[in-house]
């Protein structure tokens, strides 16, 4: 039996227009950003058997050899405790462009959901290309895999602190 532990919803108009416009600066009006809004759809599985909710982009980019993108997905997790959201790029785009997360992959905790940001997920992605392969991904576009995966702790675990921040908020 496959454990349900989590549900994707999107974050907020009001935090998604903070974090593009923080991102990008002014490169986007408010309503381009609405219409991106709208547009958004949560993630899904592909077929009964995909471990990864595939997340589509925002945006449209293009990112030739060496280069970097963060974007905001508009997108939040609720996660049961004892889990946590492992983001990865698709296969496909790894495989063909070396396409990176900045970090290897992305950790979203349980409690993340509640950061100040509302938990909003973002990607920084590189184009880590050796053969000189530049990766167009258009808006609605699956760039990003995210898997649910279980965790423990140690027996003589004390940890009592709660989440105050959002991105990088639990470095003490």
């Not at 997360?101 to 050796?130: M, P, R, V, W």
Request: charged share 25%.
């Amino acid at each position: 039996m496959i454990n349900k532990v989590g549900a994707f919803e999107k974050v907020s108009l009001k935090q998604f227009k903070i974090d593009m416009k923080s991102t990008f600066g002014e490169k986007y009006s408010d309503e381009e950003i609405e219409k991106m809004y709208e547009k958004i759809t949560l993630p899904e599985r592909a077929t009964t058997g995909s471990a990864g909710y595939d997340i589509r982009s925002t945006i449209n980019f293009t990112l030739n050899p060496n280069e970097s993108i963060k974007i905001p997905t508009g997108i939040r997790v609720l996660i049961d405790e004892g889990w946590w959201l492992g983001c990865f790029p698709r296969s496909s785009l790894g495989f063909k462009y070396r396409l990176q997360l900045d970090n290897q992959a992305g950790i979203i905790d349980s409690d993340y959901y509640f950061a100040e940001n509302c938990g909003h997920i973002f990607a920084k992605i590189t184009n880590d290309s050796k053969n000189g392969k530049s990766v167009t991904i258009n808006e609605g576009d699956r760039f990003i895999q995210a898997i649910f995966i279980p965790f423990g702790i140690t027996y003589n675990d004390n940890t009592t602190e709660i989440r105050q921040g959002g991105i990088g908020s639990t470095n003490q």
